[in-house]
């Protein structure tokens, strides 16, 4: 093993027993891809006193009401899959929201936690924190060494705060908060809307209705060369689980699965899934983003964790999804 990964592991990694059956859990956003899986995962392994409050009974943004909140129910441990997501489009057109929901979300959940005794607390971040010219597998060392994509910096900058709140709290009072850094995650629960979706819902949802209306072609943005890696959220769900009762330490760790594919690749294979014999045809006017975003996953590994759902099972599942909720989804 590489020397600093030794000290790495020695200085940050140490068993928990907080994650007994009886802990009080709070999923933060458990309407969400993320929140959804968690709840999903942990109901599957037995645990039974999970807490959830929907936004209209708890929203986050309003600090008395989340220390109101925290103080009645003193949850043990909480899960932070609540945060203002979206795709370019959305990053770049509320650039306001995003900084200030994401700030004032992550600011009273994490502060409210400490206050009213939880022991564990585990924060979601994103592959977008790291610096838009980061060397390729990004690893956690990556994190404030360059500038982020101006598009989504906003939200990366709060992500970022989120995680230095982590440590400074773990650094400060010894509060055992830690950072996970997910991959693009897809799965059962994502948004498919046409306007704010990310890349791989979008494009499930054009392909299927480019087959529903029997359409011979789908345009697709950019020219499918950039590259991109892709969790299955219940992996994800089942990551944060394993981590949350397994990792304690400041440094943040990324989870994903190691590989990435082109757009392309990834519009054919979806194609495949949903059975559209179409051609799909590059709109090379439209911007690329990024060549590619592969995170590095060796820390993961080390702490014992490797996704298992191949993208193929994971698409069939999501589509089979989309497909029994597509009357209710956003346009
Ligand atoms: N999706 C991805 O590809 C991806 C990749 C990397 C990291 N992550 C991270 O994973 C986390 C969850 O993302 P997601 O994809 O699951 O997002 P999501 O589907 O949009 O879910 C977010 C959840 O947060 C809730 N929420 C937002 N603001 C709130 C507020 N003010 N008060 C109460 N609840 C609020 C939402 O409630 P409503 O249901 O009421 O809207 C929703 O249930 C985020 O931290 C994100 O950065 C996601």
Redesign the pocket.
Known sequence: MHAAMQSWRARDSKPTDIMNKQARIFV????????SAVVRRLRALGYEQLLLA??RA????RQADVEAWFAAHRPEVVIM?????GGIHANNSYAADFIR?NLA?QTNVIDAAYRNGTRKLTF????CIYPKHAPQPMSEDSLLTGPLEPTNEWYAIA?IAGIKMCQAYLRQYGFDAISLM????YGPGD?FSLENS?VLPALMRKIHEAKQAASNSVVVWGTGTPRREFLYVDDLADAVVFLTQGYSGAGPVNVGVGTDITIRELAELIGRVIGFQGELVFDTTKPDGTPRKLLDVSRLHALGWRASTTLEAGLRRTYEWFCANESQLRR
């Open positions: 933060a956003g458990h309407r969400g891809l993320v929140g929907e936004r708890l929203d986050l943004t899959a609540a945060a203002k997501v929901d979300v979601l971040g994103s592959s992500k997910p991959t693009n995650l948004n990310h």
